[in-house]
């Protein structure tokens, strides 16, 4: 069936630098790749989304690109703080049918 | 505008009974989608519904089941709960479907022992 896979599972890093989640999936009509951002004791946020026909999209100081070739695609988070601490979801959509397929999660720690 | 709102917060179930959640969507969104999360399987597509009727249906026995007022509040409902329906359960609404833009509730979080 199709999937996404995630990778790491955990990061951590250090406060004030980058971060990058990666994520490949499997069907190549997947045309929507959200991320979503989950603190504890909440549901995921979204924080940034891209379709199939852009490359990169940028919001303040997160990122996403995606290579559709590679079926890949990465959330950079620069500068990154003590409150981007939690777990980080990528996704995709199943191109047949209406649904999103999530990946197994990133546990993010910023490091004092 | 309110957010995504689910009831109620924690549950706590013993095997063979039965239990309903609510989900109420952001005001002006007609699609809810449900998702059950683990530790071990992560975020997994239960169903969605859309005008009342389900649009979409994940790989879940037929003990998961829900449905969809007029107003778009939707309820889920497992029966004969099982020790490993234990998880957190999400809805999350959208305007008009499962791949746009989808906004979580903070989930019920149930309990079966």
């Known amino acids: 069936g199709e999937n996404v896979e995630q990778h790491p599972s955990t990061l951590s890093v250090q406060e004030g630098d980058s971060a990058v989640i990666k994520c490949t999936y499997s069907d190549s009509a997947s045309n929507y790749f959200p991320w979503y951002k989950q603190e504890l004791g909440k549901g995921p946020q979204l924080i940034i989304d891209?379709?199939?026909?852009?490359g990169e999209k940028k919001d303040q100081r997160i990122a996403v690109t995606l290579n559709k070739t590679a079926k890949h695609f990465s959330l950079h988070i620069t500068e990154t703080q003590p409150e981007d601490s939690a777990v980080y979801f990528c996704a995709a959509s199943i191109g047949r049918d209406d649904k999103i397929i999530f990946g197994k999660g990133t546990r993010l720690h910023i490091l004092p | 505008k309110a957010g995504v709102t689910q009831t109620p917060r924690y549950l706590i179930k013993t095997r063979g009974q039965q239990v309903t959640l609510s989900c109420s969507p952001i005001?002006?969104?007609?699609?809810v989608s449900w998702y059950q999360q683990t530790p071990g399987q992560g975020l997994q597509f239960l169903f969605e519904?859309?005008?009342?009727?389900?649009?979409n249906k994940g790989n879940f026995p037929g003990r998961f089941s829900g449905r969809q007022f007029s107003n778009s509040r939707s309820e889920m409902n497992v029966s004969t709960l099982e020790l490993g329906d234990s998880a957190l359960y999400l809805c999350?609404?959208?305007?008009?479907?499962?791949?746009?833009?989808?906004?979580f509730g903070p989930g019920t979080r149930l309990l079966v022992l």
């Open positions: 891209i379709r199939s026909n852009v």
């Open positions: 519904y859309f005008s009342e009727t389900q649009r």
């Open positions: 999350a609404s959208s305007l008009f479907g499962s791949q746009e833009t989808q906004y």
């Open positions: 005001s002006g969104h007609r699609s």
